[in-house]
């Protein structure tokens, strides 16, 4: 991971996170809440795999994710391990708090692994 890429991540709440449209094609991009770990992001689609970018994700997996200045384009690989879906969501509460996590994120069956490598 670049100097860059951890610097523009440090002390960031949300990162921009683009991905390409399953039905249209077109680019569309929201603001997504995020955790990171080693070399990675992770990041939980609010309704789990019921997430219209989720969706997108599983049949086109380059995305981009960008905050402070800072864009990469990278691979996203989809989880569904109900363990390491829970290993990423607890280090969601202890990045936002349980209460924020737990009344934002109804469903958490899948995450989100972005490599920033």
């Known amino acids: 991971m670049t100097k860059a890429v951890r610097e523009a991540l440090e002390g960031a709440s949300e990162v921009e996170l683009t991905v390409t449209g399953r039905k249209t094609g077109r680019q569309i991009s929201r ?51 109900a363990d390491r879906v829970n290993h990423v969501v607890q280090m969601f509460r202890d990045k936002y708090g349980s209460d924020q996590v737990d009344s934002h994120y109804p469903k958490h069956d899948v995450a989100v692994q972005v490599s920033l490598m």
């Open 31 to 81: 603001p997504v809440w995020f955790v990171q770990e080693e070399e990675s992001v992770f990041l939980v689609p609010i309704t789990g795999s019921d997430s219209q970018w989720y969706k997108n994700v599983r049949q086109t997996p380059m995305v981009q994710v960008a905050t402070n200045g800072m864009k990469l384009n990278s691979s996203a690989t989809p989880i569904t391990d």
